[in-house]
């Protein structure tokens, strides 16, 4: 096969040029600010309205499109294992010679951070008990039997590691594979519109490409407004439990400006230094709390949940990966599996363009086993120790978390923690580590909101930055007064629909692009070298005797290049 281009160079579209000015862009940034102020003004004077139309729409996506969900998100799981076993899992994401920028643990960190680790805190306990103990169907997950059974604690178990394992880390691995692939190889911009080029052409740039960008940032907003207030409901918790404050209103939005201030001047520091040491000790201290547990409380019962809640996930994930209520459980998936497919998709613009940001000079291989593989890992053991300390409990009958649950799901971590020894410390170090999650999260959210408003520029300036910072705590304080975060939460799903699509189309241009590169591009780093190597002989010969050096196999060799001419004498 002949060489198309040099090893190393990567093709430039060509609406590329005039983004490297970075200029602020105006449609964008204005569409997407006068779009948020609308809906946070209907969610301030009518909540109720809001919440009672955002729930039907709601209803009836998920009533005739859940199917879709299941079906997409699965695909997404597939197409990501697809790219990371083929010949372009050799592929990286930058020119062929680029180095990654970050370290493997300062990378794992961020990224776990920013995808779910607020979700984490605030479900580790909470979602497993749930399924252990709720009466109604619509918590009832597939398969399980009476409540507080061994039974039904393993049905849990797995139906934890399900929603929070492959399937939404292969969502953010999609959409980060395609921006980061077009940002960092074709140079197209750090953008969500960027991944679109072999689709639309030139209207990746136009209209088509900003509505793509302004949805991104609507979903981005609004997603990272509703985790603020949620997990400020969770610190004031917290602090209720250690200092006996009371959860007032007027306490959760001290600490939405308190937490709001942390991030936005984390945020104006840039990657290199607010988030990768915010992520950095968050990765530290959620070692040190779950590491504890795991010491004090029941080892063995801990291990033994690991071992055969992964057992379990993997043998039925799929059959749980394609239910989709057709037969019965309808209640559980819409509540549960289908809400939380949409929630993820809803915020993968956001991890996504993060992931894509903080994951140049890796290879596609490299990519996907890090993003899916080791987050879930990490998830599956959290879950373990959290869940697996209150399983214990429950199903000894030595606490009954019914009564916590019904309070809210907030405190059940809390008061998990407080059956165990240093009860006072680990619960200060829980919420301690909430807010630096949150931190972390928010902060990222307002660099990507910048980067969308500024043609993908990867430090933006300051002042987008904490303008749209502001604008997350300024939304959760509001709506969370008023009584419409709930209903905000509702609205960001939706998005998740239209949102689902493009994430489909984005797939398709991501592998017409792949298919698109120079064979030598796909070779194994070693066979690359070879190839790079013989170049330099020009001769038949060496060609041959450089590939077989590097073990290449003789079908290799053959498609690696025409013919050379002889050497020069």
């Not at 040029?17 to 006068?34: E, I, M, S």
């Not at 033994?304 to 379990?312: D, H, P, Q, W, Y």
Request: glycine letters at 10%; charged letters at 10%.
């Amino acid at each position: 096969m002949a060489i198309k281009e040099p090893v190393g160079e990567s093709v430039v579209p060509p609406h590329e040029p005039h983004r490297h000015d970075f200029p602020l862009d105006k449609v964008t940034f204005g569409v997407a600010a006068g779009v948020a102020v609308a809906f946070l003004v209907w969610g301030t004077l009518d909540s109720t309205g809001m919440g009672e139309t955002t729930g039907t729409i709601l209803g009836k996506l998920t009533e005739l499109f859940g199917w879709l969900f299941i079906l997409v998100s699965a695909l997404f799981l597939l197409f990501s294992g697809y790219l990371a076993l083929s010949r372009y899992g050799n592929i990286k994401l930058g020119p062929d010679d680029s180095e990654p920028e970050f370290s493997t643990f300062s990378w794992v960190s961020m990224m776990f951070a920013t995808g779910m680790g607020i979700g984490l805190m605030f479900w580790g306990v909470a979602e497993p008990l749930t399924y252990l103990t709720a009466e109604s169907a619509a918590s009832t997950p597939p398969g399980r039997g009476d409540p507080n059974t061994p039974d039904s604690a393993r049905v849990a178990m797995e139906y934890a590691f399900f929603h929070w394992g492959f399937h939404p880390w292969a969502m953010y691995a999609v959409i980060g594979l395609a921006i980061g692939y077009f940002a960092y190889r074709k140079g197209a911009g750090n953008l969500v519109s960027g991944a679109f080029g072999p689709l639309l052409g030139r209207h990746a740039t136009g209209g088509p490409g900003k509505a793509i960008d302004v949805v991104a940032i609507f979903a981005t907003l609004f997603g990272s407004a509703t985790s603020l207030g949620l997990g400020a409901l969770q610190i004031t918790g917290g602090l209720d439990d250690v200092f006996g404050t009371g959860k007032s209103k007027w306490l959760t939005v001290v600490v939405i400006a308190v937490l709001t201030l942390c991030f936005v001047l984390s945020a104006v520091t840039g990657i290199e230094k607010g988030v990768q040491l915010l992520s950095n000790a968050n990765a530290i201290a959620a070692v040190l709390l779950v590491f504890f547990l795991f010491v004090v409380g029941p080892t063995v019962f801990i291990l033994s949940t690991f071992t055969e809640s992964l057992g379990g996930y993997l043998t039925h994930l799929p059959t749980m990966a394609f239910r989709t209520g057709a037969f019965g459980d309808s209640e559980f998936l819409n509540t549960w599996t289908i809400f939380y497919w949409a929630w993820w998709i809803s915020w993968t613009p956001f991890v996504g363009m993060f992931i894509a940001r903080i994951s140049k000079g890796r290879t596609i291989r490299q990519f996907v086993v890090y993003v899916i593989l080791v987050p879930s890992v990490v998830s599956f053991a959290w879950f373990s120790i959290l869940g697996g300390a209150a399983f214990d409990l429950q199903l000894s009958g030595a606490k009954d978390f019914t009564s916590d649950l019904a309070a809210g799901s907030e405190g059940a971590l809390f008061s998990m923690l407080r059956q165990y020894p240093l009860a006072s410390i680990t619960v200060v170090l829980a919420v301690f580590l909430v807010a630096i999650f949150f931190i972390t999260g928010a902060d990222s959210a307002s660099i990507v909101m910048g980067m969308l408003s500024q043609n993908g520029k990867e430090e933006p300036m300051r002042w987008l930055v904490i303008f749209w910072g502001v604008a997350q705590g300024a939304v959760a304080a509001v709506l969370l007064f008023s009584g419409g975060l709930s209903a905000l939460q509702t609205l960001v799903i939706i998005v998740a629909g239209p949102f689902m699509l493009v994430i489909c189309a984005m797939c398709v241009s991501l592998m017409k692009a792949l298919r698109a590169e120079p064979f030598e591009s796909t070779l194994p780093p070693r066979v690359r070298r070879a190839v790079q190597h013989a170049q330099q002989y020009d001769s038949m010969e060496h060609h041959t005797v450089a590939l077989a050096a590097y073990g290449a196999e003789p079908e290799e060799v053959a498609e690696s290049g025409d013919t050379p001419p002889d050497r020069p004498t």
